[in-house]
């Protein structure tokens, strides 16, 4: 198998029923929980544990974005498998934002370190897939990628700012907490770019043929 082929095979193909089955499973279990801290944000939203973060805004984001992958799968045309994979990786950070926020949690065991960076992972992985088959070489996507990620960070960061200073409570923004924030993005945006490298065909041939369903686990047809 050439270097240009190997990226296009599925993961999925390669993963037993049993480890299907477990995806399966994580997936409805975080997003079950997800739900549920969304569901006691919004309801609690004035307790002591909850008031002035936005917590009620928090929560209609928190449902929102768990139908993005479902909803981006759905209305693809020839859209394959179900990216399992894709979709807990979106689901994950936004169960660990919700519940560190509900458990009061989120500074102490530094939750907000791990949604920054796995959002702009996120963020940098789908859009060097989305740039990959438009450009000459994959390194070229993985930059763009990367750059659409760390332009996202800081324009969250000056959201933040921007919010603090309009009025909103409990934010506790300070220098060292938007600089580490900052890094965090830089950081995933980085590993990010690694997914796009190693996903992504080297040969533009095949990431003209293939788009860029492949390394987001889209191209296999649905099992029968």
């Keep these: 198998m050439s270097d240009s082929e190997a990226p ?10 049993a480890v299907e089955a477990g995806l399966a499973a994580a997936i409805v279990a975080t997003k079950g929980l997800t739900l549920a801290f969304a569901l006691d944000a919004f309801v609690n939203a004035n307790s002591p544990r909850l008031r002035g973060k936005a917590i009620r805004t928090r929560a209609v984001g928190y449902a929102g974005a768990l139908v993005i992958v479902p909803l981006m799968w759905r209305l693809l045309p020839g859209r394959g498998r179900y990216p399992r994979v894709l979709d807990l990786a979106v689901t994950v950070p936004l169960l660990l934002d919700a519940g560190g926020n509900a458990l009061g949690l989120y500074q102490e065991a530094h939750i907000d370190d791990v949604v920054h960076l796995a ?4 963020v940098s992985g789908i859009a060097g897939a989305l740039a990959a088959p438009h450009v000459d070489e994959r390194w070229q996507a993985a930059l763009a990628g990367a750059s659409v990620s760390a332009v996202s960070c800081s324009f969250w960061e000056l959201m933040e700012y921007g919010a603090m200073r309009l009025g909103a409570g409990g934010m506790d923004l300070t220098y060292d907490d ?5 890094a965090e993005g830089m950081l995933g945006a980085v590993l990010g770019a690694v997914f796009t490298l190693t996903r992504v065909p080297r040969s533009r041939a095949e990431r003209d043929r293939h788009g860029w369903r492949g390394p987001l686990g889209l191209r296999n047809r649905r099992p029968a």
Excluded: V
Aim: zero cysteines.
């Design 8 to 17: 296009l095979a599925d993961d999925a193909t390669k993963r037993s029923p």
């Design 119 to 122: 959002n702009a992972a996120i």
């Design 178 to 182: 938007t600089m580490a924030d900052l």
